[in-house]
């Protein structure tokens, strides 16, 4: 009998069998795709040698990761490029704010009236920052913070919505690039914890940077899993699991899945009809025949680029997915460029480019000309730079990952108290109605993105569990 089977081989899961087996445990992992990945996967999608990432490209939190950092994962071929700018966000009149390093740098993009709100922000965080970090991707947990008065501190300016934060600000331009940070996690602006969210993001990359793996994303995925293998670890792929019987014998079984197929296959009834899931996605992955013509200088050394006139704009699309049910007129834009870093991403003089908008959960219809046009704006010329797209909404994204329910690319709207307080309200967010049986998907505490902290934390649970009963 086996101490531990993980079902499904995204990040958490890895690192979920990861953290068993490096404790002695005897683990298996088993992928219903032919290739581990979930979320942080690289494909050909549009033309040979093309090589795009179908979900997550670049990772503020994944090289910031407790988990990650605590393995050697460079023996094992994950290379972190850092493009020569984390972040920029243009706007109509050619200029823009960026998300540099250097917080001076941020600050003085601002403009003088923000330059010093935004410095005492952030300045008095960033010493501290891996503690913060622990603290925060680690809760809830059993022990006490690390750092009780700094998490504290941070909390009284984030627990707020955004939207409160914000008026720190004088003017829009720091404002718009602040409400982008927090799209990230497809939250309206004004929900609570929101403030905290763009903290997080803007952290990140002072601290360490937003950077590519090189080759792709699919390079975290595949470091996890050799580094499994060499502790002892299997990994099936192929393998649909519909019930519980469909698996070998063991002590425990984890879950990186959505709550709804968790319930499915563990019988678990109604357990998680609670559960909400948020808006999703629409998402284009580009061949280009050259680097996106931005306006501004600042995008075109940029890893990652947002795409939103206003914080104004950039809330009527968040309310539009996430409260109206409609597709917004004038999207907000996520967009990243990995081969600004990465030649090995597309043939000699082309580019990889995604670009995706946020719609309503389940959404059916078509956002390509939309993104197009608002990409145009800031980089006029674009459509003639394109060889070939891939679109990508709600039902693809739900086809290519199934804890994409809906297309909800978070695994459950990261908005409310589900932000923090996933997949249900308990202390102990990673056990289960089942004794055995336990999640650790992007449902359960930190949430969502490549940083495997849901897997690690979701280990220690059944870690205790399985040297409680033996």
């Known amino acids: ?49 093309f090589r795009h990432d179908p979900c997550s490209a670049a990772h503020p939190l994944g090289i910031n990761s407790p988990a990650f950092r605590g393995m050697p994962l460079d023996r094992y071929g994950l290379e972190w490029l850092q493009p020569p700018l984390p972040m920029a966000h243009p706007f109509p009149d050619g200029t823009a704010a960026v998300l540099s390093r250097s917080v001076a740098e941020t600050a003085a993009s601002f403009g003088p009236r923000d330059a010093g709100a935004y410095r005492r922000l952030i300045e008095p965080f960033l010493p501290k920052w891996d503690t913060l970090l622990q603290d925060f991707m680690s809760l ?49 602006l004004d929900g609570i914890v929101t403030g905290g969210v763009g903290m997080v993001f803007a952290l990140a990359a002072h601290a360490r940077g937003w950077p590519l793996a090189r080759g792709g994303s699919q390079s975290i995925s595949d470091a996890l899993t050799a580094y499994l293998k060499d502790l002892g670890g299997s990994v099936h792929t192929d393998y649909e699991v519909k019930r519980l019987d469909d698996l070998p014998p063991a002590r425990a079984y984890v879950f990186d899945t959505s709550p709804t197929a968790l319930a499915r296959i563990a019988g678990l009834g109604r357990a998680y009809e609670g559960y909400r899931y948020g808006a999703s996605a629409f998402k284009i992955d580009y061949a280009l025949d050259g680097p996106v013509p931005w306006t501004a200088q600042e995008p075109r050394s940029a890893g990652t680029v947002q795409v939103g006139s206003s914080s104004k704009e950039i809330g009527a699309a968040l309310r539009a997915a996430s409260r109206e049910g409609r597709a917004p007129d004038t999207p907000f834009l996520i967009t990243v460029q990995p081969s600004v870093v990465d030649a090995s991403r597309a043939p000699e003089g082309k580019h990889v480019f995604w670009a995706y908008g946020h719609v309503p959960n389940g959404w059916q219809g078509d956002l390509t000309d939309a993104i197009e046009r608002q990409l145009e704006r800031f980089a006029p010329g674009f459509r003639d730079r394109v060889l070939a797209r891939a679109t990508a909404g709600p039902p693809e994204l739900a086809a290519h990952n199934a804890n994409y329910v809906g297309g909800d690319i978070a695994c459950g709207a990261a908005s409310g108290l589900q932000l923090m307080l996933r997949p249900k309200l308990s202390l102990f967010p990673y056990a289960t109605p089942h004794p055995a049986v336990f999640i650790c998907s992007s449902a359960t505490p930190p949430g969502p993105g490549v940083h495997g902290m849901s897997g690690h934390n979701a280990a220690k649970a059944v870690w205790r569990r399985l040297r409680s009963t033996s």
């Open 140 to 188: 809830p947990m059993s022990s006490l913070p690390r750092d009780p008065v700094t998490l504290a501190r941070f909390g009284l300016a984030g627990l707020p919505p955004s939207t409160w934060l914000m008026r720190r600000f004088r003017d829009d331009r720091a404002r718009a690039l602040f409400a982008g940070l927090v799209a990230h996690v497809i939250a309206p």
């Open 1 to 49: 009998m086996l101490d531990a089977v993980v079902v499904g081989a995204g990040p958490n899961g890895l690192t979920a069998a990861v953290e068993l087996a490096r404790r002695g445990f005897s683990v298996a992992v088993f992928e219903a795709r032919s290739t581990v990945g979930g979320g942080a996967r690289t494909q050909e999608l549009t033309l040979p040698g």
